[in-house]
């Protein structure tokens, strides 16, 4: 099955209002801005998809990427672990004026949920945030002693990641730390679309390197020379050009 798309516009075509999107990268290593921002344009074009629960590890940076989705106004819920980085500053005004929903969860257990609504495991116990404002709600049991708090899978109806290498059936391989949450994220959602940097054919890609198979790829678009966050924001870059 060739899973080979056009172009990013089309890559993202699916996704609809009030869809679950997880979106990997650790700050800009990994992240698919390219699918991102072909999300963006169709909002613009079209105003959908709106009304979006995005689950990434942070909260964006500048003006491009994550922090362009919420500064259009496409995002009404954020799940993640990091809302404080380098120049969240689009993130903070949306939260602190009323615009956007933050549910903060601890990056381990961010991972975990992740990779639990990719196994198929509902709930699992961990001792992270016991004790405090993050646990309040969620049922608690001790195990040989220790406190445990409940935490639930997280699932999606969409996840865009950025990989390196991926052939026409899916399989992907990842560069360094490009590989972070995509992994985990192709798992747990319905339907992946991946960016690369080069699309090969099968074979070419040794079955030892493979990091995500290709069953859980449904979508894969190459972005030859895909951009970087952090030199978008040097160069102090807005996406779109004037945002709305």
């Known amino acids: 099955m060739?899973?080979?798309?056009?172009d990013p516009a089309a890559a993202v075509a699916g996704i609809a209002d009030g869809m679950v999107v997880m979106i990997g990268g650790?700050?800009?290593?990994?992240?698919?801005?390219?699918?991102?921002?072909?999300?963006?344009?169709?909002?613009?074009?079209?105003?959908?998809?709106?009304?979006?629960?995005?689950?990434?590890?942070?909260?964006?940076?500048?003006?491009?990427?994550?922090?362009?989705?919420?500064?259009?106004?496409m995002v009404a819920k954020l799940i993640c672990s990091f809302p404080r980085s380098a120049d969240p500053v689009v993130f903070t005004e949306a939260y602190l004026a009323g615009k956007i929903e933050l549910e903060l969860v601890p990056q381990g257990t961010l991972a975990e949920r992740i990779r639990a609504g990719g196994a198929g495991i509902p709930a699992f116990y961990t001792?992270?945030?016991?004790?405090?404002d993050l646990a309040r709600g969620k049922p608690v049991e001790v195990f040989e002693g220790r406190s445990y708090v409940q935490?639930?899978?997280?699932?999606?109806?969409y996840a865009l990641v950025k990989a390196h290498l991926g052939d026409r059936l899916g399989n992907l391989?990842?560069?360094?730390?490009?590989?972070?949450?995509?992994?985990?994220?192709c798992m747990a959602?319905?339907?992946?679309?991946?960016q690369v940097s080069r699309i090969v054919a099968p074979g070419e890609i040794d079955p030892e390197a493979v990091i995500t198979p290709?069953?859980?790829?449904?979508?894969?678009?190459?972005?030859a020379n895909p951009a970087q966050e952090e030199t978008l924001n040097r160069a102090g870059a807005r996406y779109p050009e004037v945002a709305k």
């Open 173 to 185: 391989t990842y560069r360094m730390a490009a590989r972070n949450f995509n992994p985990l994220m």
């Open 151 to 157: 935490e639930r899978w997280l699932k999606a109806d």
């Open 127 to 132: 001792p992270t945030s016991f004790g405090t």
């Open 2 to 6: 060739d899973k080979t798309v056009t």
């Open 26 to 73: 650790f700050g800009g290593s990994g992240a698919p801005i390219e699918l991102i921002h072909a999300l963006i344009d169709r909002f613009i074009a079209t105003g959908h998809p709106k009304g979006l629960t995005v689950i990434n590890n942070n909260a964006g940076n500048g003006h491009v990427g994550l922090a362009a989705l919420i500064e259009v106004g």
């Open 189 to 194: 959602a319905a339907v992946t679309v991946a």
């Open 214 to 223: 290709g069953i859980f790829v449904q979508g894969v678009v190459q972005i």
